[in-house]
């Protein structure tokens, strides 16, 4: 087994990804500056998994913090999840987009080599492919988003192209991630938007338990099954289990891939309201709006090249998801902040 320095491992994906190391036997090692998560998540974290998670406070940008980090601690390989991660406020504010997640990385990766720490994997997004010309979406798809978010994604995966062209014994993972949702079957940890949820599934868990009065459609004139946008929706316990899983290729190989980690289906909105209300009892109240500016109709994963070369597929299903997040939701009304 490992030791994997997990940075952003406070966060939504980055807590059911330790919980799965843990799970799997590896240590682990989180760093976080608390930017948009809480210590609880990490506490319960621990919880779950039964093991200790040494934490480090602080920011993937402190040089120095990162030098003594890895002259504390002896890593094998890190997971990559601190990033800025919101679509809009990249637009408003591309310089902290680009200076968090790219040259953030950077500084990273300089301590990485530094401390010959050579394999990551990167948290990269379906963003990076922009509005896809066909479907499902393959790796050899156009990389080409249309928005600074995406773009720092995309920056970063060339980044690491070429880091693992110039460093012979470097290994680099980008798992493009779809639509992670849902939550662990646990209700200890799941998704905590910090102010109004920007993302579907969090805005309808806060809808059915009464936080938010409804839901708005954004759109029902999209050429969708039933005219509203779809997505490929995919189990944040399933994609955690992706990174346990490309820890492993790393292990067996070398250079620099980008794999998809999808389910390969697409839900549109209203299908997912109705999955959500027949999983869960709970009622959401929606009503179609006009389409939100920089969206696309249809989005989803071709996911055979993570079953090819990492053995992984989604195997949650729709209802699971939708179960996770009502139980995490109810458990936790205000997220980590009622602590
Ligand atoms: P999140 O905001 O819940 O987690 C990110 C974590 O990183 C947070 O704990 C935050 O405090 C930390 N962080 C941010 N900047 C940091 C810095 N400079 N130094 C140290 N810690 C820092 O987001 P998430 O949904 O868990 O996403 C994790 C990763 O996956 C991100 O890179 C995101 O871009 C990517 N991703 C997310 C989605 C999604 O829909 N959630 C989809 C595709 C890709
Ligand atoms: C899903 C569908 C909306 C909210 C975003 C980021 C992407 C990634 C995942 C980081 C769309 C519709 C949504 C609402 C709605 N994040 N919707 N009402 O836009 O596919 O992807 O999150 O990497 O980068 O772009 O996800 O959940 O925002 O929207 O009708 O209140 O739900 O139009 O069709 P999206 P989303």
Redo the contacts with the bound molecule.
């Keep these: 087994m490992a030791r994997i320095l997990v940075?952003?491992g406070?966060?939504?994906?980055?807590s059911h990804t330790m919980v799965e190391l843990l799970a799997a036997g590896h240590d682990v090692v989180c760093?976080?500056?608390?930017?948009?998560?809480s210590p609880e998540a990490v506490k319960r974290v621990q919880e779950i998994a039964g093991r200790e998670v040494r934490l480090f406070t602080?920011?993937?940008?402190d040089r120095s913090l990162l030098d003594s980090l890895f002259h504390a601690v002896k890593v094998d390989a890190v997971i990559h999840?601190?990033?800025?991660?919101a679509v809009g406020e990249s637009v408003a504010k591309p310089l902290a987009y680009y200076e968090?997640n790219v040259a953030?990385t950077l500084t990273l990766l300089e301590a990485m080599r530094a401390a010959h720490v050579m394999r990551i994997v990167f948290?990269?997004?379906?963003?990076v492919y922009g509005n896809p010309d066909k479907l499902p979406i393959t790796e050899d798809a156009p990389v080409r988003p249309f928005n600074p978010y995406g773009q720092t994604?995309a920056m970063v995966e060339q980044i690491l192209r070429d880091w693992c062209v110039a460093e012979p014994g470097a290994a680099a993972v980008a798992l493009r991630?779809f639509?992670?949702v849902g939550a662990h079957p646990s209700g200890r940890i799941g998704e905590d938007p910090a102010d109004i949820p920007n993302?579907l599934f969090p805005f309808i868990t806060q809808v059915a338990i009464g936080k938010r009065e409804r839901l708005s459609v954004f759109g029902n004139d999209w050429p969708t099954v039933d005219g509203t946008g779809v997505r490929d929706y995919l189990h944040v316990v399933d994609l955690a289990l992706g990174h346990v899983k490309a820890l492993d290729w790393l292990a067996r190989d070398h250079g620099f891939v980008a794999i998809n980690l999808g389910t390969g289906q697409g839900t549109s909105v209203l299908e997912m309201v109705h999955a959500f209300e027949s999983a869960t009892g709970a009622k959401v109240p929606h009503t179609i709006v006009a389409r939100r500016p920089g969206d696309i109709a249809a989005c989803w994963a071709d996911a055979s090249l993570a079953h090819r070369l990492l053995h992984w597929q989604a195997t949650r299903s729709l209802e699971d998801l939708c179960a996770s997040g009502w139980r995490w939701q109810q458990a936790n009304p205000e997220g980590y902040r009622t602590v």
């Design positions: 940075t952003g406070a966060g939504y994906i980055g760093l976080d500056n608390f930017s948009n998560s602080g920011d993937i940008r999840f601190a990033a800025l991660k968090n953030g948290s990269s997004s379906a963003t994604k991630y639509n992670p993302n």
